[in-house]
């Protein structure tokens, strides 16, 4: 009977799972492109170098069990691309593989229904699990990316100084990127002015930079990632 079993799974078609590649730069598309089509049990259905080009060839997306996305594309971004995916093709996941490392995208990424973030310096074996591991349910994370994520989850420190609401709001522009004299032009303040609190919240948040300090604020809830 084991053997009927085994010539049974043997002759059985295997599964074979559609990626869909959007990614701005042609040689990078075209190594993930030959990485995955190598595997047996993976097909790159298509690849786009844009989010619009992708998903005016809806029929196609339809078929795709996988985006694998940059994020910095012309046009609509990746972050933009994963809603629209998840409102269109919900069926679908969707993995990014992008050269950001900040806690500002891997977050909105993430919020937008991103299941996994890898970083494109990942070897052919890890981009390769990441899709396997996304379509078998789970979350691929590049190992920093994974330990901002445990820190954001993990219990706030308690024996931090409390920021001012002005603080807060500071700092919530810093983490969006903008500059001491955009900051100072939105708040009425001068660019010393933003120094003086900037230099508060280093202090209160026991910190030395500007993006130790976002990264703390977001893992102790002070702001939203």
């Not at 989010?51 to 594309?73: P, S, T």
């Not at 933009?80 to 069926?91: C, L, M, Q, S």
């Not at 969707?94 to 050269?99: F, R, S």
């Not at 303040?189 to 130790?212: M, P, T």
């Amino acid at each position: 009977m084991d053997t009927e079993h085994e010539k049974e799974k043997a002759g059985m078609a295997k599964k074979v799972h559609n990626v869909i590649i959007v990614e701005d730069n042609v040689y990078m598309r075209e190594g993930w492109k030959t990485f995955i089509d190598f595997e047996e049990d993976l097909h790159v259905l298509a690849d786009y170098e844009s989010c619009e080009k992708a998903f005016d060839n809806a029929a196609l997306c339809q078929q795709a069990d996988l985006f694998l996305m940059d994020i910095g594309l012309p046009g609509m971004n990746g972050v933009e691309g994963v809603r629209y995916i998840r409102k269109h093709f919900p069926d679908a996941v969707c993995v990014m593989a992008t050269v950001f490392d900040d806690d500002k995208h891997i977050f909105e990424a993430l919020k937008a229904g991103a299941v996994g973030y890898m970083l494109k310096n990942m070897s052919p074996y890890e981009l390769i699990h990441a899709v396997r591991s996304a379509l078998a349910g789970g979350s691929p994370l590049t190992p920093n990316v994974a330990r901002l994520v445990i820190g954001y989850l993990q219990t706030p420190d308690e024996d931090l100084v409390p920021l001012t609401t002005r603080e807060k709001t500071i700092l919530e522009e810093l983490s969006k990127g903008n500059s001491y004299a955009e900051i100072g032009k939105k708040l009425y303040l001068s660019v010393d002015g933003i120094r003086y609190h900037i230099r508060n919240i280093y202090n209160k948040l026991q910190v030395n930079s500007k993006s130790e300090a976002v990264t703390k604020a977001i893992q102790n809830r002070i702001i939203n990632p």
